[in-house]
């Protein structure tokens, strides 16, 4: 996948956001203790506390195809946009789901910091503050992102869950075009992660708010097999 793909990915993710393809039927359910920390068996975080996190060290250094750099730098920031975005949309909200996911996101960062590191790549979010991005598509996106999860906790509960989705398939496919172990380890460790994310977000909105929510990334067989 290559930038181009993003490109296009993004523009119709700004389609998706803007006319609002994702039903609300309730906007207006108020804030409950237990509900808001997502499924009882991860509180919003994913199956472990350790999701995210890959001793790099333990694997060989390889030598870097240009699309293994390409996507090294390219989830860092995007990782750094799932962060952003649910500090922002915690802020606003209140939900805890959105602290306790934004903390995981931010070990996804780390996960992927690690193989910067070890490979000595300029970090591309470096010294970037909440909501600041190197990339001008992620700078759009963040504003849209939390302008459509400003509009109430259902839809803020969507993003969340909608942001999920981006990360899966993109992992997905960078998982197609790169072959070193550590880069591997790495991106199927997030992997899971936004899975149990997607679930956490989507188990919330139906429980305390009784909606159902629609795949708006993932094929509907893609998403049945990762709620269930």
């Not at 996911?101 to 690690?114: K, T």
């Not at 803020?156 to 909608?162: F, H, N, Q, R, T």
Request: hydrophobic residues 35%.
């Amino acid at each position: 996948m290559r930038r181009t793909s993003f490109l296009l990915m993004t523009l119709l993710l700004l389609v998706i956001v803007v006319t609002g393809c994702i039903t609300s039927t309730n906007t207006s359910a108020t804030q409950g203790p237990p509900e808001t920390r997502g499924p009882p068996e991860d509180k919003g975080h994913g199956a472990s506390a350790n999701t995210g996190i890959v001793d790099v060290s333990t694997y060989p250094a390889e030598d870097l195809s240009p699309e293994e750099v390409e996507a090294i730098l390219y989830m860092r920031e995007e990782e750094k946009l799932a962060r952003d975005v649910y500090l922002t949309l915690y802020n606003k909200t209140g939900l805890p789901i959105f602290e306790n996911i934004a903390n995981s996101e931010q070990r996804h960062m780390d996960a992927v910091l690690s193989l910067i590191e070890k490979y000595n790549l300029t970090d591309p979010v470096a010294g970037m503050g909440v909501g600041e991005f190197n990339s001008t598509e992620m700078q759009k996106l963040y504003k849209k992102l939390v302008s459509q999860g400003s509009e109430s906790e259902v839809e803020a509960l969507k993003v969340g869950a909608l942001i999920e989705e981006i990360d899966i398939r993109d992992l997905e496919e960078w998982l197609k075009h790169v072959d070193n172990q550590d880069i591997k380890a790495v991106f199927e460790s997030l992997r899971n992660g936004s899975k149990n994310h997607l679930r956490a977000f989507t188990r919330l909105l139906q429980n305390k708010y009784g909606i159902t929510y629609t795949p708006q990334v993932l094929s509907e067989e893609e998403y049945r097999s990762i709620v269930g």
